[in-house]
């Protein structure tokens, strides 16, 4: 089953911004609530901020990792909805090719050369493409999803989307999105993390009225499993983990209350005992 357990926390709490797909030694959160530029990177202790994004920003998309990051489009207050993006080297922001249309919100998976933004207000099914220099269509994932606030794992040929404003989950194969159904629970305003076939998808918003989920699923490329709960429940948190047995979630709101701590997640792992045999 695995377990959760605190890490360090932001040295700024703060919800709706994004992160990389990295591992949970080497994480990266950057803008938010605020509207916030700020960037900071996880060494799996603790968070040391670093250089800000050029244009400050909330519901961003973000991908890659802590070293070839990218932030692309998002909401600035006073602007609206914006198609800026910028690649991250590890210290600092460059201003890069904006995408074609403007976007909030919504899933985003790859790396730096291999990136997939999906969904985003206002209720949009479209799919962009990355490769490090130009944005091109990929395919629309088949139904208009507000899918906001970080949700989104795997690569450009192998991605997952789970986390939404609806239950129901897709994978991409770099061309055609595929629904596998539903997973066991709401989670809008969660995070996925991981690979396509080893997955976590944790907390957000549950249906009206009830408090922030604290509730978890694994997704092993065929099923979806219960996990055990976080203990801070939350809503737009950044993420990373490169599969369902190592990730993190960090800051995100309480609806009302931002929160600035980190909890890392261990999968379960089974332990072989060998009995030596010998011949008398």
């Known amino acids: 089953q695995g377990a959760w357990a605190s890490g360090g926390n932001l040295n700024t709490g703060r919800f709706n911004g994004d992160s990389g797909n990295t591992p949970v030694t080497a994480g990266i959160y950057f803008g938010g609530t605020g509207v916030s530029a700020l960037t900071e990177e996880y060494d799996g202790t603790s968070w040391t901020e670093s250089g800000d994004l050029g244009t400050a920003r909330t519901a961003l998309h973000g991908f890659g990792t802590q070293t070839t990051a990218v932030g692309s489009a998002g909401y600035v207050d006073g602007s609206g909805d914006v198609a800026n993006v910028e690649e991250y080297n590890g210290s600092s922001w460059t ?126 490329g065929t099923s979806f499993s219960t996990a055990p709960s976080v203990a801070t429940g939350r809503y737009g948190a950044g993420k990373g983990g490169v599969a369902s047995t190592a990730a993190f979630i960090c800051g995100g709101d309480q609806n009302p209350g931002t ?20 011949d008398s």
Request: aromatic share 6%; charged share 15%; glycine share 18%.
């Open 95 to 220: 201003e890069v090719t904006d995408t074609p249309s403007s976007r909030r919100g919504g899933a985003s998976f790859g790396t730096l050369t291999a990136g997939v933004i999906v969904g985003g207000h206002p209720n949009l099914n479209t799919t962009l493409e990355y490769d490090g220099t130009n944005w091109a269509s990929g395919g629309n994932i088949g139904t208009g999803m507000d899918r906001t606030e970080g949700a989104g794992a795997g690569t450009l040929t192998a991605g997952l989307v789970v986390a939404g404003d609806t239950t129901e989950s897709f994978t991409y194969d770099g061309t055609n999105w595929t629904d596998i159904g539903t997973c066991l629970g709401p989670h809008d305003g969660g995070v996925d993390m991981g690979v396509q076939t080893s997955a976590i998808i944790a907390t957000g918003f549950p249906p009206p009225g009830s408090n922030i989920l604290t509730t978890v699923e694994t997704y092993d």
């Open 259 to 278: 929160v600035a701590n980190t909890e890392e997640f261990t999968g379960a792992t089974t332990a072989l005992n060998l009995k030596t045999i010998t």
